[in-house]
């Protein structure tokens, strides 16, 4: 079965800081990969997706970026965090006509 | 550009049914509808997904209409733990991929 894992968990981070969150997939091939925020009190938000190594779409203009670098790695990154930037972060996967989502992280820019 | 509609919110008394409708008018011959619930600061959970059968497992059940422009999920009896906001998705191939875009949700609110 497929399991996706994120991390870190939490973080908290100054204005200005680097990011980089890290997602994982196991138990399948080629997966479509997905990051998306949740604002305090809001829904979730699409931000990039993925249908292979390399090839990265950006649903709406930002200061994050995206990196797939293997089948099953999607990086979600900054070079200088805002405050706008704090949020629940998710990374999902998608095969066909299955999807999961991993259990998030929560990142606080202070 | 959400492909779903819900209600903002809805009540349900403890130990009751919890029906959350769905519209998603504009859904494709090939498109599935999945229904997903976040219990405040967690990620989303899976609940069911369907293309146009009704389904059921041990969660829920879920209606689809049979022009498919809408559904119903169904939490046969619902506990203070189902409190949530559930999502509803239509996900399926477009250009070759699949891409899942949430809506707004529904946060549902059981009652004790």
């Known amino acids: 079965s497929q399991t996706i894992h994120q991390w870190p968990a939490t973080l908290v981070q100054p204005v200005g800081s680097p990011l980089s969150l890290e997602c994982t997939v196991e138990g399948t091939s080629n997966p479509n990969l997905y990051w998306y925020r949740q604002a305090a009190g809001r829904g979730l938000q699409l931000l990039f997706y993925s249908v292979g190594i390399g090839q990265i779409s950006s649903e709406v203009p930002q200061n994050l970026s995206a990196s797939r670098p293997q089948d099953r790695q999607f990086i979600l990154s900054s070079k200088k965090l805002l405050l706008s930037d704090s949020g629940f972060y998710l990374c999902?996967?998608?095969?066909?006509?299955?999807?999961?989502f991993g259990p998030g992280t929560r990142l606080t820019v202070t | 550009d959400a492909k779903t509609t819900q209600p903002t919110s809805m009540d349900c008394a403890e130990g009751r049914a919890a029906n959350l409708p769905c519209n998603h008018s504009t859904i494709s011959g090939n498109e599935y509808v999945y229904w997903y619930r976040q219990i405040h600061s967690q990620g989303p959970q899976y609940i069911i997904h369907g293309l146009k059968n009704n389904e059921t497992n041990e969660m829920a059940s879920l209606i689809i209409t049979e022009d498919r422009k809408s559904s119903t999920l169904i939490l046969p009896h619902a506990t203070l733990r189902d409190t949530a906001v559930y999502y509803c998705?239509?996900?399926?191939?477009?250009?070759?991929?699949?891409?899942?875009?949430f809506g707004t949700g529904t946060k549902l609110q059981v009652i004790p």
């Open positions: 998705i239509v996900s399926g191939n477009s250009g070759g991929y699949q891409k899942v875009t």
């Open positions: 999902a996967w998608s095969v066909g006509g299955s999807s999961d």
